[in-house]
Antibody, heavy 122, light 107 residues
């Protein structure tokens, strides 16, 4: 069964650091493109970061330079390292698996985790 | 960055109604457009990719169309389980972006 489970969410003070993990089963993280999407309380979805299978990474402007997406292939786990956290980073963070059509990425995400809550507050 | 604007922001409809949600991109995105459904407290669910490709298991009452800057999600006959918030998302260029969402409510 394909499954993604996020962990690592917490209450953290502004300026602090946190690492989220997304443990994957049923497929290989390193062979797929993966993303992090967040949702502030009562708000819409915000794309955060993406890593392609070849290792290329991309970030939203609001997190570039502060967040790093990475993966551990032996552990089949995706991570989001978050530094210099701000109150506006408060959100549920979802990891998701990219969808391929006929072996080509279609830029959409068809398997999602349940999300992990990050609260940045003093 | 490409801005994605959905309209309306909310719509009240009855079971059996036809519902259309529009999504406009601030610049051309080809057909790099996906639609998601999200229910309260749940993760988003992919409905449509590449503007019009219905995901396996998604009811055929859902359809998507459009290319370039203007896209549409149509629910041909609204069912009770369709009351949710719908988001479009572009994947033409980074940073990828979502629309602000359209909430479909019970009339």
């Amino acid at each position: 069964e394909v499954q993604l489970v996020e962990t690592g969410g917490a209450l953290i003070q502004p300026g602090g650091s946190l690492r989220l993990a997304c443990a994957v089963s049923g497929f290989t993280v390193g062979a797929n493109y993966m993303t992090w999407v967040r949702q502030a309380p009562g708000k819409g979805l915000e794309w955060v970061s993406l890593i392609y299978s070849q290792g290329t990474t991309f970030y939203a402007g609001s997190v570039r330079g502060r967040f790093t997406i990475l993966r551990d292939d032996p552990k089949n786990t995706l991570y989001l390292q978050m530094n210099s956290l701000r109150p506006e980073d408060t959100a549920i963070y979802y990891c998701a698996k990219g969808f391929y059509y006929d072996r080509s990425p279609e830029g959409a995400f068809h398997v999602w985790g349940q999300g992990t809550m990050v609260t940045v507050s003093s | 960055d490409i801005q994605m604007t959905q309209s309306p922001s909310s719509v009240s409809a009855s079971v059996g109604d036809r519902v259309t949600i529009a999504c406009r991109a601030s610049q051309g995105i080809g057909n790099w457009l996906a639609w998601y459904q999200q229910k309260p407290g749940k993760a988003p669910k992919l409905l449509i990719s590449a503007s019009s490709n219905l995901q396996s298991g998604v009811p055929s009452r859902f359809s998507g169309s459009g290319s370039g800057t203007d896209f549409t999600l149509t629910i041909s006959s609204l069912q009770p389980e369709d009351f949710a918030t719908y988001y479009c998302q572009q994947a033409n260029s980074f940073p990828w972006t979502f629309g602000q969402g359209t909430k479909v409510e019970i009339k």
